[in-house]
């Protein structure tokens, strides 16, 4: 393939990065759109990640995102950072501008994006919302549903401790609640979020009973393989709302796209089926 100086290049950093969708994501988009750009895997290990930053930009590279287990390492890199990424402590979206490095948090947009297209009947008002989980995925999810104004965050996690830090992390609308609380918890909430990786291809299920949560109540998940999960498929069985984690995805790469390529994504079923599609 011949490369023209002009062609963008970007792509994700990550270590392992081989599962990554994200490379098939953006790929799909430079071509629906007709772009001169690429989207690479960028397998980097945690020693080598300062120095591969800092070389990308000088290899052509207009930005890159960044996953596990490097999202805190980011943060520390970036001269400028948004208001998401200081909220969270953690980048997944870097910009190049010469050797300034700019850092961004777009998975805190692509979740609530997501729930907001796929629940629309939900607002953050509603009522209490009640989160599971306190690792990286949760607190984009935490610092999401506070500034969209939630009245109240029970956070619950198998490790406690855990949800007291990501509590204190996202101020006073938060508190952390004992794993046996759970009952109690989903009583009169108006959402419940499932963002640990119980219910994933290989992963033990979540296995929690939302017997107790209100008929109007919406069940997201930020599992998305399988796209219906066993909470999904229960809340489903019970009437409420539900909402698949593939979205979120999807939605995170849309500012991100926007900013390296110049073009603002559409997220449509075709992408959705593009992305899903067997390796
Ligand atoms: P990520 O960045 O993808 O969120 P993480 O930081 O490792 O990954 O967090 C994984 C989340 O899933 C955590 O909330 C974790 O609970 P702990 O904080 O107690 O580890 C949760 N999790 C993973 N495996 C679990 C299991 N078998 N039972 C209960 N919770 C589990």
Redesign the pocket.
């Known amino acids: 393939m011949k490369r023209r100086n002009s062609t963008r290049l970007a792509g994700v950093l990550g270590w392992p990065v081989g599962h990554s969708r994200s490379p098939r994501l953006h790929g799909h988009w430079l071509q629906h759109y007709g772009i001169d750009g690429a989207y690479v895997p960028l397998p980097v290990r945690p020693e080598d990640f300062a120095e591969a930053v800092r070389l990308l930009p000088r290899m052509g590279f207009v930005g890159a995102n960044v996953t596990?287990p490097h999202k805190e390492a980011a943060f520390r890199l970036c001269s400028l950072r948004d208001a998401a990424a200081e909220r969270c402590g953690a980048v997944n979206m870097l910009l190049f501008d010469g050797d300034a490095i700019e850092g961004r948090n777009t998975d805190v947009f692509g979740f609530l994006e997501n729930l907001r297209r796929g629940a629309p009947h939900w607002r953050a008002d509603d009522g209490p919302a009640v989160l599971i989980?306190?690792?990286?995925?949760?607190r984009a999810v935490a610092v999401g549903l506070v500034n969209a104004g939630v009245p109240e965050l029970r956070i619950l996690?198998?490790?406690q401790a855990?949800a007291e830090a990501l509590a204190a992390l996202v101020g006073s609308t938060a508190r952390a609640l004992p794993w046996s609380d759970l009952p109690r918890a989903l009583s009169g909430a108006a959402l419940l979020v499932n963002?640990?990786?119980?219910g994933m291809v290989g992963q033990?299920k979540l296995g929690i009973d939302i017997a107790p949560l209100p008929n109007a109540a919406t069940v997201a998940d930020i599992v998305y393989a399988p796209l219906e999960t066993d909470l999904l498929a229960a809340a489903r069985r019970r009437g409420l709302a539900t909402v698949d984690g593939l979205g979120m995805l999807l939605y995170q790469a849309q500012p991100a796209f926007a900013a390296w390529f110049g073009t603002k994504p559409e997220v449509t079923p075709e992408l959705r089926r593009a992305v899903l599609e067997a390796e």
Request: charged letters at 20%; a positive charge; zero cysteines.
């Open positions: 596990v989980g306190a690792g990286g995925a949760a996690n198998r490790t855990r963002a640990t990786s119980l033990d």
